[in-house]
């Protein structure tokens, strides 16, 4: 089996899951990787009370590991607190792609935790 | 198409760095010269001589040393200036084509342009064509136009009588062959409509110079500019060519020592050119390595070097459109287009061509190839590019049809 391009990386890449738009949306977010041009956006529809994160969905284009990422992540994301999102680490994503980035492809798997944790009222800096 | 067995051109062994390995213990096949060019030994022993043996400062020192190392500094900007068909005093070392549009756009671009006008430039340029101008017009209330590219990637040269037409225009700006699609563009003829409607015009040549012989007289063009790490030569250096009587008009760029005739408290005056545009100490060692690599250049040359790129093209052109999903864009007439070609594979991303082809020693580049504005009018987020210079192979670009094969493997396709 290939080292990068697992299975399931492939799986969520052709078909990748929460994609797309959602309206109406309480929080949204948008962002690109300079060095490739890639975008991505998401809007994130949360409960009543403000706390919990009811849908998501990420729009835009990029590369293999960029897409499996945001679509990896949005399962996990999907019933999470709004609260616990600016603290997700790099490595909570890295950890869910479960294969070894090079620091060549990090911002490739970072892009839909940055955009989430902007979107949330986070650092919308790189995760480190 | 000719059936070459042998390259007309076989120097791969002169550039030591092609012998690096890559993951899977095969020499590395190197296809992104278009982002630079690898160093020939004669190159790397040039800089390393200056280095070893005549170091000193240019242009002050009345000892042996220092004369020496003036007698290269200056002797290497003679023989690049001919080597394009410029004058020595015209030929103005910078530290690369982005700041050699970028002297012109501050020292030219704030005298001339005004409220209202307009520079023209093309949906082709390279982010360094474009940002100095957006700054200047920004600065000065100008208006920032585009030329358009045709779907086979070409500029709308028709659009260019109609924006001249405006009177309006006051530089027309233009990417000698484009970084991306290949494409040769016909600028001596833009450079004479710019002329004949009032505007001045700079080409930027850092992808033609590389590949093509260049005459910049016969261009015609106020200014010309391209770099030297694209050219077999060194990063740090880039040249300026412009015409005398527009340079001597110029006020400087930047201010300091080497540029002046004389210094006083309250104001200066300047040195004479091609030294008015050189402030503070110059790239000497570059200027030195540069000069190494127009002669490496010349000694092979431009017409072999251009016949060689053009027959590497043919032979990628016809390698690639065997592969399924494979769209390359840019001109398809071989007279239209240089050694670089992009392309896309449906299904995968240009990241993940780049990474696939990595593992097989082949380095191509992907990504937005620091051309958004085209990356956007021709409707893709990023390309995949293979690009060539003298020491490429035609077995170099077997390589990349194979490794394009592995990939498509890899995604299932």
């Known amino acids: 089996m290939d080292s990068l391009y697992r299975d399931y990386i492939l799986d969520h890449y052709k078909d990748p899951r929460n994609f797309g738009e959602l309206d109406p949306h309480d929080l949204e977010g948008h962002d690109h990787n300079p060095l490739c041009g890639d975008e991505l956006g998401v809007h994130v529809k949360v409960s009543a009370d403000g706390t919990t994160i009811e849908d998501l969905r990420f729009h835009g284009q990029g590369c293999a590991i960029s897409q499996a990422a945001a679509s990896m992540a949005s399962e996990e994301l999907i019933g999470m607190k709004v609260a616990e999102i600016p603290g997700l680490s790099a490595e909570w994503v890295t950890d869910l792609l479960g294969i070894d980035i090079s620091p060549t492809r990090r911002k490739c798997a970072l892009l839909s935790l940055k955009v989430m944790r902007g979107a949330t009222g986070g650092d919308a800096s790189w995760p480190e | 198409m000719n059936p070459v067995t042998a390259p007309a051109v076989d120097v791969k062994a002169d550039f030591p760095v092609l012998k690096r390995e890559g993951p899977d213990g095969r020499p590395i096949a190197y296809l992104d010269s278009a982002a630079t060019s690898q160093k020939p030994l004669a190159v790397i022993d040039a800089m390393s001589s200056y280095y070893r043996n005549s170091n000193a400062n240019v242009h002050r020192g009345v000892y042996g040393l220092a004369q020496e190392a003036t007698d290269l500094f200056e002797g290497a900007r003679e023989r690049v200036g001919a080597f394009v068909g410029g004058e020595t005093p015209t030929t103005i070392f910078t530290r690369n084509a982005t700041e050699a549009i970028n002297l012109v756009a501050y020292a030219w671009g704030r005298e001339h342009i005004g409220e209202g006008d307009e520079v023209l430039i093309t949906h082709m340029e390279h982010h360094s064509n474009i940002v100095p101008w957006q700054l200047l017009c920004e600065e000065r209330g100008a208006k920032l136009r585009y030329l358009g590219v045709t779907e086979d990637g070409n500029l709308r040269l028709d659009e260019l009588d109609e924006a001249l037409a405006s009177g309006r225009v006051k530089m027309v700006a233009v990417v000698h062959v484009s970084n991306v699609l290949g494409t040769i563009n016909p600028v001596a003829e833009i450079a004479a409509r710019a002329r004949a409607a009032g505007a001045a015009c700079l080409i930027d040549g850092s992808q033609a110079v590389p590949q093509l012989p260049v005459d910049v007289a016969e261009i015609g063009a106020d200014f010309y500019v391209w770099t030297g790490h694209k050219a077999l030569g060194p990063t740090g250096i880039g040249v300026l060519h412009g015409r005398r009587d527009v340079l001597e008009a110029m006020r400087p ?26 402030a503070g100490t110059s790239p000497i060692a570059e200027a030195v390595g540069l000069g190494a690599a127009i002669d490496y250049l010349a000694e092979i040359g431009m017409d072999a070097v251009r016949a060689h790129e053009r027959d590497l093209t043919a032979h990628a052109l016809e390698s690639l459109a065997r592969i399924e999903g494979l769209r390359v864009f ?16 449906k299904g995968i991303h240009p990241h993940d061509l780049a990474e696939i082809c990595d593992r097989e020693g082949v380095c191509i580049r992907a990504g937005h190839h620091c051309a958004q504005p085209l990356m956007r009018s021709m409707g893709v987020p990023a390309t995949a590019r293979a690009s060539f210079h003298v020491y490429n192979t035609r077995e170099d670009v077997d390589r990349l049809a194979a490794a394009l094969g592995s990939a498509r493997e890899v995604f299932g396709l």
């Open chain 2, 253 to 278: 760029f930047l201010g300091g020592g080497d540029m002046i005739a004389s210094v006083g408290f309250e104001s200066s005056t300047w040195n004479e050119l091609p030294w008015k545009f050189e």
């Open chain 2, 330 to 345: 840019g001109p398809t007439d071989l007279d239209l287009r240089g050694g670089a070609v992009s392309f896309e594979v």
